[in-house]
T-cell receptor, first 111, second 117 residues
Framework: EDQVTQSPEALRLQEGESSSLNCSYT??????LFWYRQDPGKGPEFLFT???AGEEKEKERLKATLTKKESFLHITAPKPEDSATYLC????????????FGTGTRLKVLA | DSGVTQTPKHLITATGQRVTLRCSPR?????VYWYQQSLDQGLQFLIQ???????AKGNILERFSAQQFPDLHSELNLSSLELGDSALYFC????????????????FGPGTRLTVT
């Protein structure tokens, strides 16, 4: 069964304390893996697209990596404004299109 | 601001009623997606339209239907509403790749919060 699993469910960090969020996936016909940031009551905001194993993307304090089974979102020296829920999603095609989101990691960065 | 607009922002209605949610995609995007987000289930893909035609279907109930109009805006119709339909409904849009081998990110609207009482 196609599945996207994110861990941990919630994470509390001190400002400046680096960490990583995990997204593991099982899907056939993967076309891309996406990371989004979602603030409470708002729509998800696009961060990164990764297409193939070994690929890495960076933006400010965030870096996303991809292997054949999982993706990591590394947060370096986070600030309180990085507090949000981070969602991982996969898009796949195996005869039909599939769009599957993980349930997210709720990140809280304390000043 | 993603460029995707959704109306209304909030909707409160009673069980058994029917509502329509509206979405306008980003300028230039031909594809529209609808998602449901509830507290216990995360974002669930409902349906995708591309240039007026249904392209993909997810976990959409038979009581729900959608369409995309010639001006590319889309409407999601929810009927015979139940308490469990209370959720945030998001619309997203994207550029559509010419091949299923390619894919692009989706840009989400601010959502419509539906409360069924």
């Amino acid at each position: 069964e196609d599945q996207v699993t994110q861990s941990p469910e919630a994470l509390r960090l001190q400002e400046g304390e680096s960490s990583s969020l995990n997204c593991s996936y099982t899907v056939s016909g993967l076309r891309g893996l996406f990371w989004y940031r979602q603030d409470p009551g708002k729509g998800p905001e696009f961060l990164f697209t990764l297409y193939s194993a070994g690929e890495e993307k960076e933006k400010e304090r965030l870096k996303a990596t991809l292997t054949k089974k999982e993706s990591f979102l590394h947060i370096t020296a986070p600030k309180p404004e990085d507090s949000a829920t981070y969602l991982c999603a996969v898009q796949a095609f195996s005869g039909t299109y599939k769009y599957i989101f993980g349930t997210g990691t709720r990140l809280k960065v304390l000043a | 601001d993603s460029g995707v607009t959704q109306t209304p922002k909030h909707l409160i209605t009673a069980t058994g009623q029917r509502v329509t949610l509206r979405c306008s995609p980003r300028s230039g995007d031909l594809s529209v997606y609808w998602y449901q987000q509830s507290l216990d289930q995360g974002l669930q893909f409902l349906i995708q339209y591309y240039n007026g035609e249904e392209r993909a279907k997810g976990n959409i109930l038979e009581r729900f239907s959608a369409q995309q109009f010639p001006d590319l805006h889309s409407e999601l119709n929810l009927s015979s509403l139940e308490l469990g339909d209370s959720a945030l409904y998001f619309c997203a849009s994207s550029v559509v790749p010419v091949s299923p081998l390619l894919t692009y990110e989706q840009y989400f609207g601010p959502g419509t919060r539906l409360t069924v009482t």
